[in-house]
């Protein structure tokens, strides 16, 4: 009984195939659709370490990624290597990380970006700095708003993308802001604020 896997599809609970044959039959799949066999250390692996196939070398279970799909718990290559293999799985699939980012996480690609720059002039919609990089969406709905610099991108992410404390935001500046106010032409006078307290000497 112990030459079997369990199977409790089956009538007697147990696997048509031996262990030995359901491993030779797994590998011959695994060849078949071009999967190359699995590579192990040609030297024992001390406790709490691990083989990377990629570099070929031992190296310490903390120099690899934690994961549930493996029996050990860890992936198969060390930290380097499985950054270095997903990075390449990203441009052999999308053409670049960036593309892949713009996909996953907006799913627009490069060209509609480059599209929606475009529209706005090269220029962040909101301050209109030049070449902004960063996409805004709609939190709850995941729609495209428009491309934005990194600060105004963070500030709206700062206020939660809340009109009322944008709005309030605003409200606040207006009336703590010193402000030059034109009496008479080439003539300026400084109105300062009527909340808040001067800064010290000392500032």
């Given at each position: 009984?112990?030459?079997?896997?369990?199977?409790?599809?089956?009538?007697?609970?147990?696997?048509?195939?031996?262990?030995?044959?359901?491993?030779?039959?797994?590998?011959?799949?695994?060849?078949?659709?071009?999967?190359?066999?699995?590579?192990?250390?040609?030297v024992p692996v001390p406790d709490g370490s691990k083989w990377?196939?990629?570099?070929?070398e031992i190296k310490p279970l903390a120099e690899f990624t934690?994961?549930?799909?493996?029996?050990?718990?860890?992936?198969?290559?060390?930290?380097?290597?499985?950054?270095?293999?997903?990075?390449?799985?990203?441009?052999?699939?999308?053409?670049?990380?960036?593309?892949?980012?713009?996909?996953?996480?907006?799913?627009?690609?490069?060209?509609?970006?480059?599209?929606?720059?475009?529209?706005?002039?090269?220029?962040?919609?909101?301050?209109?700095?030049?070449?902004?990089?960063?996409?805004?969406?709609?939190?709850?709905?995941?729609?495209?708003?428009?491309?934005?610099?990194?600060?105004?991108?963070?500030?709206?992410?700062?206020f939660r993308d809340d009109p009322v404390l944008l709005a309030?935001?605003?409200?606040?500046?207006?009336?703590?802001?010193?402000?030059?106010?034109?009496?008479?032409?080439?003539?300026?006078?400084?109105?300062?604020?009527?909340?808040?307290?001067?800064?010290?000497?000392?500032?």
């Open positions: 009984m112990t030459e079997f896997h369990r199977n409790v599809r089956r009538s007697d609970g147990l696997a048509f195939y031996c262990r030995q044959c359901a491993a030779q039959r797994s590998e011959t799949s695994r060849r078949k659709r071009g999967i190359k066999e699995r590579r192990q250390s040609p990377c196939p990629s570099c070929e934690r994961t549930k799909a493996k029996r050990d718990g860890y992936h198969s290559y060390c930290l380097p290597c499985h950054t270095a293999k997903g990075v390449a799985s990203k441009v052999r699939h999308h053409g670049s990380t960036r593309e892949y980012h713009l996909r996953h996480r907006y799913g627009i690609g490069q060209a509609e970006f480059d599209e929606l720059l475009a529209e706005q002039g090269g220029v962040c919609a909101i301050c209109g700095a030049a070449d902004p990089q960063h996409v805004d969406h709609d939190h709850r709905t995941g729609w495209v708003r428009g491309i934005l610099c990194f600060n105004c991108n963070g500030g709206l992410g700062q309030n935001a605003i409200t606040y500046l207006k009336g703590t802001t010193w402000r030059r106010a034109l009496i008479h032409p080439g003539v300026y006078r400084i109105s300062s604020s009527t909340r808040g307290r001067p800064p010290s000497r000392s500032s």
